[in-house]
C-alpha cells in the first residue's frame, strides 16, 4: 500500500513536473522574442533617419505599448503608493510617465550606431530576466538585463538592468531620499517633477 | 591705496582655523536620526539605506563636487577635447595594463584561478604584442577584462560591506572598500618602487596617478552629467547606484566557477562554460 501510494505520488510529480518544464520553457522564449522584437524596435529608431521631436514620439510609442510604466510607477513610490490620494496618484503616474520618456530619449542621440546581441533568459519568480550585451561604437559592450513581467500572457517590461544597476531600484531611492528630506510629501515630489520636466523642456 | 592688508593677522587666521576645525568636528559627529520604532516603514528605510553618517557624508559629497566641478571635470574635458578617441583609448589600455599586478594578486586571493589565468594572460599579451598595453589584444584573443580589487577579495571572505562611506576625494565607499583601496595600494609594486631621491620613479606614479583620475572621469563625463540633471537627490542615487554596481561586480566574481582545465585539454574541451 505505502509503496502504490510513493509510486502515485512519484507519478503524479513528474507529471507536474513535465507539465511545467515546457511552461517554463515557453515562457522564457516568449519572453526572449518579446525583448528581441522591442530592442530591434528600439534600435532602428535610435540609428535611423528623423529629427530628433519625430525620434521622441516613435520612443514614446514604444515606451507606451511595451513598458508597463504603471507598474514601475508604482514601485518607484515605495511605501508612499499606498499614503497618496488617489488624486495624488493619478497626477504622479503622469508625470512619471513623462520624466520616464524624457530621461530615456535624452540618450537617445548618444546611442547612434548601437547594436545588441541576445544573451540567456532565466526565470525569477513570475518575471522572465532576458540578458542581451549592448554594442556602441567607442564603448566596452555592457551587460544588459531586461526584466519582462507576464512573458506568456502580457509581457510588458519592467526593469531594465545596466550592468547589474537597476533602473526601478534606483528611482525608488531616488525618490524615496527626496521624500525623507522634504517632510515625506508627495505633493512636494509631484512638484519637483513638474519643475523638472518644464526644466529638460526648456533646456 | 590698498584696503587689503598685506599680511594677515596671525590670531585671525588661527581663530578662523579653529572655527573651521570646530565646524568640521561638528559635522563629522552628526549622524542621522534613527526614527522611532513606531514608525516601521520610516524605519525599515533607514535600515535598508544603511547611511548612519549621511550629513556627514553629504558634507563631503558637496566639497567633492565643488572640487569636481573646478578641478576634476575640467581636465577631463579639456582632455576629452585634446587628444582623439584612439589615442584616450590607448592610455586606458595603457593605465589598465599597468594596474595588472594587484588585479592578479586579489584573483588569487579570491581563489579564482581561471580569472588569474585570464588576467596573467592578458598582462603577457598586452604588454608584448599589445606595445605596452596600449593595445588590448588579449580581449580579442579570448581574455577579457574583469573586475578584481581588494575591496571584492574581502566580500569574497565573507566581510560585511558595512554603512555607505563618502569620502573626501575618493567618492562613494564603505569601510570594506575603503580598507580594500588602501590594502589595494599595498599590493601594487609600483608603490614601493621610487621613494626620496628617485625623482624619476616619484614623477611616474605621481603622473600615473593623475592620468588614472583624468581617464575615469572623462569616461563618465556624460553619464554624470546625466544623473545629475534627471536625479531629485544626486546624493542618494549615487549611493544606490554604488552600492548596486559592487553588489554586481561581487555577484560575478562569486559566479565564475570555470573549471581550471584548459580548453585546448582533449577531454573536457567539449564544454567551455561560463
Known amino acids: ?203 | 591705496m590698498r584696503s587689503v592688508p598685506p599680511v594677515r593677522p596671525p590670531l585671525g587666521g588661527t581663530f578662523r582655523l579653529l572655527a573651521l576645525s570646530a565646524l568640521v568636528t561638528v559635522n563629522v559627529a552628526a549622524c542621522a536620526t534613527r526614527p522611532p520604532a513606531s514608525d516601521p516603514d520610516a524605519l525599515a528605510d533607514y535600515e535598508q539605506t544603511n547611511d548612519p553618517l549621511e550629513p556627514t557624508n553629504r558634507v563631503f559629497y558637496a566639497i567633492n563636487n565643488g572640487l569636481d566641478t573646478v578641478i576634476l571635470k575640467p581636465a577631463a574635458e579639456a582632455y576629452r577635447w585634446a587628444l582623439p578617441g584612439g589615442v584616450r583609448r590607448g592610455i586606458h589600455n595603457m593605465l589598465s595594463n599597468l594596474g595588472t599586478p594587484p588585479q592578479l594578486a586579489n584573483d588569487m586571493l579570491e581563489g579564482k584561478p581561471r580569472r588569474a589565468g585570464d588576467t596573467a594572460m592578458r598582462f603577457v599579451i598586452n604588454s608584448t604584442v599589445g606595445v605596452l598595453g596600449i593595445f588590448d589584444v588579449a580581449t580579442k584573443w579570448g581574455y577579457p577584462n574583469h573586475d578584481s580589487d581588494f575591496g571584492m577579495t574581502l566580500a569574497s571572505w565573507g566581510v560585511p560591506e558595512g554603512p555607505f562611506l563618502f569620502l573626501p576625494v575618493l567618492g562613494p565607499s564603505d569601510p570594506r572598500d575603503a580598507a580594500g583601496f588602501g590594502v589595494n595600494i599595498a599590493l601594487d609594486p609600483f608603490t614601493w618602487i621610487g621613494g626620496p631621491g628617485q625623482i624619476g620613479w616619484t614623477a611616474f606614479n605621481w603622473t600615473r596617478y593623475g592620468l588614472n583620475a583624468v581617464d575615469t572621469r572623462e569616461r563618465v563625463l556624460d553619464s554624470l552629467e546625466q544623473i545629475k540633471k534627471t536625479a531629485l537627490d544626486p546624493y542618494a542615487t549615487f549611493r544606490s547606484l554604488y552600492r548596486q554596481h559592487r553588489h554586481a561586480q561581487i555577484e560575478e566574481m562569486r559566479n565564475d566557477n570555470r573549471a581550471t582545465v584548459p580548453v585546448w585539454f582533449p577531454a573536457a574541451a567539449a564544454q567551455p562554460s561560463k
Open chain 1, 1 to 203: 500500500m505505502i509503496h502504490r501510494r510513493s509510486l502515485l505520488t512519484l507519478v503524479a510529480a513528474t507529471a507536474a513536473l513535465s507539465a511545467a518544464r515546457p511552461a517554463l520553457a515557453q515562457a522564457t522564449e516568449k519572453a526572449a522574442a518579446f525583448v528581441k522584437s522591442t530592442g530591434d524596435k528600439i534600435v532602428s529608431v535610435v540609428n535611423g533617419p528623423g529629427s530628433p521631436n519625430s525620434k521622441r514620439a516613435a520612443m514614446t510609442r514604444i515606451v507606451d505599448s511595451y513598458v508597463d510604466v504603471d507598474e514601475i510607477g508604482r514601485f518607484c513610490l515605495g511605501r508612499y503608493w499606498r499614503q497618496a490620494t488617489p488624486e495624488q496618484k493619478k497626477q504622479y503616474l503622469s508625470l512619471f510617465r513623462e520624466v520616464l520618456v524624457t530621461n530615456i530619449t535624452a540618450k537617445v542621440g548618444e546611442y547612434r550606431g548601437v547594436s545588441f546581441t541576445m544573451g540567456r533568459t532565466r526565470m525569477e519568480d513570475e518575471d522572465a530576466v532576458v540578458s542581451t550585451i549592448v554594442n556602441r561604437p567607442n564603448n566596452p559592450p555592457t551587460n544588459v538585463e531586461w526584466i519582462v513581467s507576464n512573458p506568456t500572457s502580457n509581457p510588458k517590461i519592467v526593469d531594465v538592468k545596466a550592468e547589474g544597476t537597476s533602473l526601478r531600484l534606483t528611482q525608488r531611492q531616488d525618490y524615496a531620499s527626496y521624500l525623507q528630506h522634504n517632510g515625506n510629501s508627495i505633493d512636494a515630489l509631484i512638484t519637483a517633477m513638474r519643475n523638472q520636466i518644464s526644466q529638460s523642456q526648456a533646456g
